[in-house]
């Protein structure tokens, strides 16, 4: 079965960087057409973060733009969230997300706390 397993969360400083990972397994990852990263505050809806999408390109959420970069390496299946110059209002749950055969699939989510 499709299973996506993030990585790479954890406590930073403003300003500070971190790159989540999601290995994507149980689908050939070369036909997923896009890949998305959403976040998830305490008391807030979730929301989309960035996405991949092949042949098409990138795009992101207004509030993360020129501070993150999502990227795919297709030998290693696995997407990525590089995260620059983090802001506490970033802190969240963040989960990536691919559509397949008309199925969502949603990972379990890693934990990006910004604080001093």
């Known amino acids: 079965q499709v299973q996506l397993v993030e990585s790479g969360g954890g406590l930073v400083q403003p300003g500070e960087s971190l790159t989540l990972s999601c290995a994507v397994s149980?689908?050939?990852?070369?036909?997923?057409?896009?890949m998305d990263w959403y976040r998830q505050a305490p008391g807030n809806q979730r929301g989309f973060v960035a996405r991949?999408?092949?042949?098409?390109?990138?795009y992101y959420a207004t509030s993360v733009k020129g501070r993150f970069t999502v990227s795919a390496d297709d030998a290693k299946h696995t997407i990525y969230l590089q995260m620059n110059s983090l802001k506490p209002e970033d802190t969240a749950v963040y989960l990536c997300?691919?559509?397949?055969?008309?199925?969502?699939?949603w990972g379990q989510g890693t934990q990006v706390t910004v604080s001093s």
């Open positions: 991949i999408a092949r042949n098409l390109g990138t």
């Open positions: 997300k691919i559509d397949k055969n008309g199925n969502t699939y």
């Open positions: 149980g689908a050939d990852f070369t036909s997923i057409s896009q």
